[in-house]
């Protein structure tokens, strides 16, 4: 056993180095404000770049800038700066970007509480851009998993150029605790995938369901980046299918790749009719909770989700199949639990929220599980 | 090269707009300077400027509305051999003015040109940063509550090492480029021009008064001597040089036997300046010694040296799930500040918890084990009452003992420090 002892915002410092991390820009903000002073720490001893925006939006400007020039860049804020990220999201995601961005989330709304925890942001983090086209949100329920997911979300950040995000929160990225390093267990690392053909770089030409391969602005070939609405060529286009075509395609690629992009944990346990739902830092609470039953002789089973965008649609129907009843509990009002009951459509399905600034307890959640 | 205009793609500015001698004279530059195309990007604003990307044949990246510099910056970091130029109108540093401060303050070696025409003409000829109060502009009378920025006069005071304005008919435009990009820093260009689609429809403007605009204002010449000093990526580059290593994580083994296997909740109640924080680390890095998972919390106010300071431990042998305290086991009261924040804690704590209260501290009624001591009848430092209440721990071996705290100590502070602490911890156990 060789334990380490860190905060989860550390940890998603150092899955981003592990992940081959070389810039960071990023602007204070609690509770994710460690997430920079461990970037500042960590990346110029290895020749990164980490710097302080002016401001949210100049922050993802920069990592928007360095990403085009080959870069693999993080920037990590609140639900407030994820507000000011809003239109640079946007434009990472039409103009096919990696980014990743680790959202240590607190209660809103607003301003809100700069100290208190909740899964406030879950629906903002998916349609708080325009046009719709998805991202992908990974949700960490400990400081290990921060460093594990952070990996993940580089890798699919390269491979499928769009920005990802780690939904982490207060009570996550602020909370130290130990972990076993021998226990890590991180993936292969992936990179995005260079231009080798040997006709003239379309920027944008790519297989309908695959993102097209890249090349850095400052590289022998001359590249193209736009925010406009574009074509392969990277130049504005206003041509129906070739609009249509770019703009399925911002789906279609992560759609065909979403067994890759599901990641979960579960803990099914034979003979129970109750499925009990979450993600993050809920999910151990739920863990606890779901350990008590089973000592009073009412277990049930647990799914505990870590990609949550794009929603895990097929996992959901075949995990919740067997089960007579789910039970969706968050660290909010509700906000994924509509995801849940849009896929499995006619299962009854209970919630279970709380937005008052402290983590749930497991009482709560077993008193949500026993009322059915 | 001849020419870095794409041929493909020529300008599609309206007849007589200023944007097109801007174009040409960027071109003309281009190729007096006679830069690499593939070591050169254009970073475009949105509007008529934001069509720039398009017209030449080096790399080009076009972005949303006022964050052209921040995008810029960010391939300048990321590759200091490019040549990086950044056009953007009147509406774009307006609407980041908060970048072009930056950017004048950072000095990355790049070139803002801004073309000033006095309006927003891609949506309507609204008035912009720079719209005089007297022109007749598409937002009414709205401009005349307002006086316009002077741009070179910001950028100067804000730190840019190069400023200056010129009319985009200027036949030294060219020149005025090649001279702005050659310099080693942020240099700002100002053009004035006309814009013939919105515009001049309803204002005196021609060349001649832009002629004489410049008179009145004159340019402030190119290199600011106040304002120089090294760029910005160099020296970003020789201070991250200095930093130390790369902070590995500290690694702690099991080495000793935990007094008691016990899960135990701790929680200390004190003030900002008694580091409580510390003495909870302290706790953590006895209980990993021990073989133990755990985790701590703190809550204390956002002005640091004020108010509660509060540390919430878990040590279990089995993963720990929920991080909330539910049962402490632990509570060591050391100040009223601590013991009022966690004042409900008290009531429902059991016969089985220790609770350890410093002389001075009051706290509510509890039916829990209370031992009381005096650290200050000791000569214990406020400051040091966190440290001292951990020694009282490892003396009774709850939750640690001594060589468990001697460890921890050791792997948190330098030998002064740790030195200066064993003084108190010997003063208990």
Known sequence: ?372 | MTSFLNTSRPPVFCPGCTHDRITKSLDAALVKLGIPDDKTVIVTDIGCSGLFDTFFNVHALHGVHGRALTYAAGLKLADPSLNVIVTMGDGGMGIGGAHVLAACRKNLDMTLIILNNFNFGMTGGQYSATTPSDARVGSEFLNQAEIPVDICGVVESAGATYVSRISGHDDSLSDELVSAMQHKGFAVVETLGLCTGRYTKRNQLTPKVIDQMIEQRPSPGGVIAKNQRPEYGDRYRQLAKEKGKFPEPFVVKKQFDMPDTRRHEVVILGSAGMRIVTAGDMVCFAGISGGLNVSIKNDYNITVLRGQSVSEILLSPDTIGYTGIESPTVVMALSDEGVARRQKIFAGLSPDTYVLKEASVAIPDTKAQVEEIDFKAMKIKKTDWALASLAVLAKHEIVLNKDMLVFALKSRFNEKVFNLSMETVDKIV
Not at chain 1, 82 to 108: C, D, K, M
Not at chain 1, 163 to 178: C, D, H, L, R, Y
Not at chain 1, 180 to 200: A, K
């Open chain 1, 1 to 372: 056993m060789a334990f380490v002892f860190m905060e989860g915002n550390e940890a998603v410092a150092r899955g981003a180095m592990a992940a081959g991390c070389n810039f960071f820009a990023g602007y204070p903000i609690t509770p994710a404000t460690t997430i920079f002073n461990n970037m500042l720490q960590m990346l110029p001893p290895k020749g990164g770049t980490c710097i302080q925006g002016e401001d949210e939006i100049a922050s993802m400007g920069y990592c928007i800038g360095a990403s085009m020039a080959g870069k693999k860049v993080l920037t990590a804020t609140s639900g407030p700066g994820i507000s000011l990220y809003s239109e640079h999201i946007s434009f990472a995601i039409g103009s096919e970007i990696p980014l990743v961005i680790a959202n240590v989330q607190r209660l809103g709304p607003s301003t809100g509480s700069a100290t208190r925890g909740a899964d406030s942001d879950i629906q903002f983090m998916r349609w708080g851009s325009t046009s719709g086209a998805p991202v992908i949100v990974l949700a960490p329920k400990d400081a290990k998993d921060c460093l594990e997911l952070t990996v993940h979300a580089f890798n699919f950040a390269e491979e499928f150029r769009c920005p990802v995000f780690i939904a982490s929160n207060k009570e996550i990225g602020m909370t130290k605790e130990s972990f076993d390093m021998e226990d890590l267990n991180l993936p292969p690392l992936v990179e995005r995938t260079p231009y080798t053909g040997s006709g003239p770089y379309v920027p944008f030409a790519a297989d309908p369901d695959k993102a097209p391969p890249f090349l850095p602005i400052g590289g022998k070939t001359l590249v193209r980046q736009t925010s406009s609405t574009h074509g392969p060529d990277g130049y504005i286009t206003i041509d129906p299918q070739v609009i249509a075509g770019m703009q399925q395609r911002l789906h279609t690629k992560l759609d065909a790749a979403m067994d890759r992009i599901t990641l979960y944990e579960e803990k099914m346990v034979p003979d129970t009719d109750t499925l009990v739902i979450s993600y993050g830092i809920t999910s151990r609470a739920v863990a606890d909770a779901a350990a008590s039953l089973a000592d009073r002789g009412r277990p049930v089973s647990t799914l505990s989700l870590k990609t949550l965008w794009p929603v895990p649609e097929s996992l959901l129907l075949e995990k919740a199949a067997p089960f007579k009843r789910i039970v969706v509990i968050e660290m909010n009002l509700g906000q994924y639990v509509n995801e849940i009951k849009r896929v499995l459509c006619g299962k009854p399905v209970d919630f279970y929220g709380q937005m008052n600034g402290i983590l749930i307890p497991p009482a709560k959640i077993m008193e949500a599980i026993e009322n059915d």
